[in-house]
């Protein structure tokens, strides 16, 4: 596949690379609903909500990543996905990840409705839904 033929893809967390290559397409949630990056993808830049991005590479592997919120970057075949957290799903222990999820419920259960519970409660339910995407294929 030649360079023009393929976006360059940079996941970034606040504290590493999660993850860097080419690839084919980007899907991602912003705060306007899902959006999918295809080559030739107009300059766009969007705010992401906590979610799964969802980079299918030009090997034909899945890479899905779990990011709890950030920002999107398109422009000349280049993607920057940059958030505070990331996490490949492969990294992801889905018992860890509902353990967290529920620990998060439990706090907004309770009423402790802070941002950072709040926060903690979309950045585990973005990793669970990683976690199972990644096992279902």
Known sequence: MAEGD????D?????RRVWE?????VI???SEGDVGILVGHEPFLAV???????IL?????????A???GFLSV???RVAVLSQFGRLAREISIRDAEHELAEAEKHLNAGDIETENYQHYLRASAQLRAAQRAQSH
């Open 6 to 9: 393929a976006l360059h893809v």
């Open 48 to 54: 992401l909500v906590p979610c799964v991005v969802e």
């Open 11 to 15: 996941v970034v967390a606040a504290d």
């Open 28 to 30: 991602a949630r912003t």
């Open 75 to 77: 422009a000349q075949n």
């Open 57 to 65: 590479t030009t090997e034909g592997t899945r890479e899905i990543i």
């Open 21 to 25: 290559g080419p690839a084919t397409s």
């Open 67 to 69: 990011v709890d919120g």
